[in-house]
């Protein structure tokens, strides 16, 4: 069997609306530095490095050669990995394999963009077919309101509920000195805001962001010496199951499903909603914090709503959902799901600030994009 | 320490050639339809894939969508490279070796005659600085030529006869795009592109796809049999600096520790290998890869190269399949020559068989002038 | 490979042009650089504190230690041609090339660095251009913060 990995570091910039300041190669030096700093390693202990963006948000052909200087790549192996929106978590299972095969010891995986350098909404609808669907129906937001649509059709879940959500991940957000919108809301202020399309209203939707995150994976052997609480990669799923958003099944999250089912098996966890300690989602919109819990199997189908309302998934309950404030509070695509990968890691290392959840064993990542695709990362405080 | 090997079990490629009229998920479903054939399995068998895609060539965002359900995506774990197919190997073979998978479909698609290659090679370089001078493939190739020229006063005949030799060969390969009888004369009158490089030079626009299947060696010793079998023997990569001026662009260095790592994994060394498909987009990156690879001296290669080394009847042929001068699908090539290997080893090269053939390198690059490059040696 | 029926398909090409404005950040290290270039016509490098190796454009980081660099030193800007190609009529291209073929690309070693600069070469027909060339910038009347404020690098008289 293949070696076990750890992640024994974690850097992010502080992302925002705009970073004036950075040139896309230093936003990756800021968040590669931290990483460093953070493992308390310098740049030669790396051996290998992968990254991952989306292309047409900056115009940048050949980006793993191009980002050279910000990642301390020179002379050393390196490849770039891109899936959209499950690009972050692309990366990070990619410098999992590397160290899991036993040819890598330490690899850097960064996740970076700078939303703020294009259009989002005209980069993203080249994602859909030109000729049958990019017309009618491309950009984040189509395919989000219309699965909520359903889900509210088919079990009486309410805007309100959604709001919830939305309010939780941004009030989460005020304790965390990364996040990109820190702003305390209300339900009701959610409920206020403008209509985008509906059900999804301003406060219920991601932003873009400029921002970066990279984190260290280490062999065990290494791990074990560079961290005194590394955080362990119990289990690695993919499913990019669908091409057309005509063939997605809307009410329910179906590549969700299989691969948290799968996620589970192998990490040997049966009951999810009291086995993890915390939970680092990609949410894109407060809608899919309601839908996708059954899709998570943290409760029957129809049944999130009550599992919301009931406040277990709040910081002070039982399984805490996005501490960090999650993706309706940041969002630089390209490192949108690493960051997830990375706030769990922090959470089992111990060094989450004002948003740690306490005594962490276990942590559960998820990736969201494309076409309704998932990906779904556990890790652990001990070993796998 | 490596737990097992992998093999290549079946490898899968359509006709290179420009102006395809299928579409990218056409062109993935028949490369890895093919190699699933080769293979002797289903798509059932495959239980993780790497797609290799670009989003620059494709004109999409998220440009591994198009390809997904035709790569049999469905119910499996997929990722996708962006860059060479040579590094995409390297990723199917490092998720077979983590113990999680143990058979990986790697399949790769481009379409050049859909984009402009002038426009999206300059996209490569660096919008704050570079990419204003309108620099490109060619332009800043032509930079690299002519260094390496000056550095060891290779001229431009023993340039020439890099062209001369892969047309040649592709005379023998069906899947090339372009088969030529050509000679010296013909190169050096073919107009001038960028000094000093010329239209025969250069490597063409190509559409094309190709696909191999990777088995962890407990699956490949279950699902084929000897015959199909080619091991995975060594591998590795390597990038140098990205600006052209951070550079000696006659210098191989990035080459030679990517070389050193696949030879080192491989426990053999240049003197072993029978045959070598190397990546040359231009004449004169045959012979500086050559040298990178250690085959022969820094600055030698032209002159071997004269004396009638490197070709079919030699000692160790290079680019017997016609090389990236006759057929270049970006990001497809590297899996293309690793393909070409495979058959080599199997002794289903046809007329262009190099007879004997045990041990065989694959030579992938990334980035403008060879930044990158990944290297593999596969055995029988 | 094309499944018989499609013979008969009539094709339809499918026109697309992706057309999505870019502001790319120039960042703090180029815009240092580049601010200088236009307000002063001067050419300026950074130096690695660790292995003193000096780089022009100024870098972020040091390419071998991954040090932060902060001490910039001005450069003479005179350099000699490392390597040049000629672009020709033929390969020219109105939508990508700023000047009309033929013209010369160099990789320009500056002198006071250890990195060259890629620019044009002008004031000299292409055929005298030689490697080993030495050249001096010429600047812009107009600057406006970028790399073509230099408009090309001439023969040293």
């Known amino acids: ?384 | 320490m490596k737990v097992e090997r992998v093999a290549v079990i079946g490898v899968g490629q359509t006709k290179y050639e420009a102006g395809k009229r299928e579409t990218f998920s056409e062109l993935v479903f028949e490369a890895a339809t093919k190699a699933l054939k080769d293979a002797g399995i289903t798509i059932k068998e495959v239980d993780n894939i790497v797609s290799v895609s670009s989003d620059f060539w494709d004109g999409r965002t998220i440009s591994s969508m198009a390809v997904q359900d035709a790569a049999g995506a469905f119910g499996k774990d997929i990722t996708t490279v962006e860059g060479d197919g040579t590094f995409g190997a390297l990723y199917g073979m490092m998720r077979i070796l983590s113990g999680s998978f143990g058979v990986t479909l790697v399949v790769a698609h481009h379409k050049g005659s859909e984009s402009s290659m002038k426009g999206i090679t300059n996209t490569s370089f660096d919008p704050l600085v570079e990419r204003s001078l309108g620099l490109d493939a060619v332009t800043s190739a032509a930079l690299q030529a002519k260094r390496y020229m000056t550095a060891y006063g290779v001229t431009e005949e023993q340039l020439a006869l890099v062209s001369v030799k892969n047309h040649g060969n592709a005379m023998r390969n069906p899947l090339a795009q372009y088969p030529m009888e050509l000679t010296v004369e013909d190169v050096m009158n073919s107009p001038v592109l960028s000094s000093p490089l010329k239209k025969l030079d250069c490597s063409p626009v190509t559409d094309g796809a190709c696909a191999l299947v990777l088995a962890a060696e407990r699956e490949a010793k279950k699902l084929t049999t000897n015959k199909k079998r080619v091991w995975l023997m060594g591998v590795g990569h390597c990038t140098d600096a990205y600006r052209l001026g951070d550079r000696d662009l006659a210098d191989t260095r990035a080459l030679k520790d990517a070389a050193s790592r696949a030879y080192e994994m491989a426990g053999a060394g240049p003197e072993d290998i029978d045959l070598a498909e190397v990546y040359d987009a231009f004449t004169y990156m045959e012979l500086m890869w050559i040298e990178g690879l250690g085959f022969c001296e820094d600055g030698m290669a032209g002159e071997y190269m004269e004396r009638g080394m490197f070709g079919l009847g030699s000692k160790l042929p290079i680019n017997p399949s016609g090389g990236r001068l006759s057929a270049n699908p970006v990001q497809v090539a590297g899996l293309a020559e690793m393909a070409e290997c495979v058959i080599q080893l199997r002794g289903q090269a046809g007329k262009r068989q190099v007879k004997g053939a045990l041990v065989a390198l694959a030579h992938g690059i990334n980035g403008m002038c060879g930044q990158s490059h990944c290297v593999w040696i596969l055995g029988k | 490979m094309l499944a018989s029926w499609k013979e008969e398909v009539e094709e339809i090409i499918f026109p697309g042009k992706i057309s999505v404005p870019y502001f790319w950040t120039v960042g703090s290290t180029l815009s240092k650089w580049y601010a200088l270039i236009r307000d002063e016509c001067e050419i300026w490098a950074n130096r690695c504190p660790e292995c003193e190796m000096v780089f022009v454009p100024p870098k972020i980081k040091c390419i071998n230690c991954y040090k932060d660099l902060n001490e910039w030193i001005k450069l003479p800007g005179t350099g000699t041609i490392e390597t040049f190609t000629v672009v020709t009529e033929r390969f020219y291209d109105p939508k990508l090339h700023p000047r009309k073929a033929p013209f010369v690309y160099a990789v320009i070693k500056m002198d006071g660095a250890d990195t060259g600069l890629v620019h044009f070469v002008g004031g000299v027909s292409p055929e005298k251009v030689k490697v080993g060339m030495r050249v001096e910038p010429v600047f812009e009347k107009e600057r406006n913060g970028n790399i073509l404020d230099i408009k090309h690098f001439r023969p040293v008289s």
């Open chain 1, 1 to 384: 069997m293949g070696t076990r990995v750890a992640i024994v570091g974690v850097g992010q910039t502080h992302h925002a609306s705009r970073r004036l300041d950075c040139s896309g190669v230093e936003i990756i030096a800021e968040a590669v530095t931290r990483a460093l700093d953070d493992a308390e390693m310098t740049m030669d202990q790396i051996d290998a490095f992968v990254i991952g963006n989306m292309d047409h948000f900056e115009n940048i052909n050949y980006v793993d050669m191009w980002a050279t200087d910000g990642l301390g790549s020179f002379l050393k192996p390196v490849f770039k990995v891109t899936t959209g929106g499950t690009t972050g978590t692309t990366v990070a299972a990619c410098a999992f394999y590397h160290v899991a095969s036993g040819l890598f010891n330490t690899v850097l995986a960064v996740g970076w963009e700078k939303n703020s350098e294009s259009d989002t909404q005209a980069a993203i609808a080249t994602c859909a077919n030109p000729i049958l669907e990019r017309d009618p129906f491309a950009g984040a937001i189509g395919p989000l309101a219309t699965e909520y649509s359903m889900y509210m059709k088919a079990y009486g879940a309410t805007e309100e509920d959604a709001a919830i959500v939305a309010a939780r991940d941004r009030n989460n957000a005020l304790l965390n000195p990364y996040a990109h919108n820190r702003m305390k809301v209300t339900v009701e202020d959610v409920m206020k805001s403008p209509m985008l399309s509906y059900p999804i209203k301003f406060l219920d939707m991601c932003p873009r962001s400029d921002g970066a995150c990279a984190v260290i994976f280490a062999a065990e052997h290494l791990a074990k010496k560079l961290c005194p609480k590394p955080a362990w990669i119990h289990a690695s799923v993919v499913r990019h199951d669908y091409t057309h958003f005509g063939d997605l099944e809307w009410q329910w999250m179906p590549t969700l499903e299989r691969a948290s089912a799968e996620a589970y098996k192998k990490a040997g966890i049966t009951k999810p909603l009291k086995e993890f300690d915390v939970a680092e989602l990609y949410l894109p919109a407060s809608t899919t914090g309601v839908k996708w819990m059954d899709s998570l199997w943290f409760c029957e189908k129809g049944e999130a709503p009550k599992l919301i309302r009931s406040g277990t998934t709040h910081m002070d309950g039982e399984l805490p959902i996005n501490p960090s404030g999650g993706v309706i509070s940041t969002n630089p695509i390209g490192a949108t799901a690493l960051i997830r990968v990375g706030e769990a890691a922090w959470q089992i290392m111990g060094k989450a600030g004002e948003r740690q959840v306490p005594n962490v064993k276990k942590a559960l990542a998820t990736g969201f994009g494309g076409c309704s695709w998932s990906d779904v990362m556990i890790l652990g405080a001990d070993l796998p």
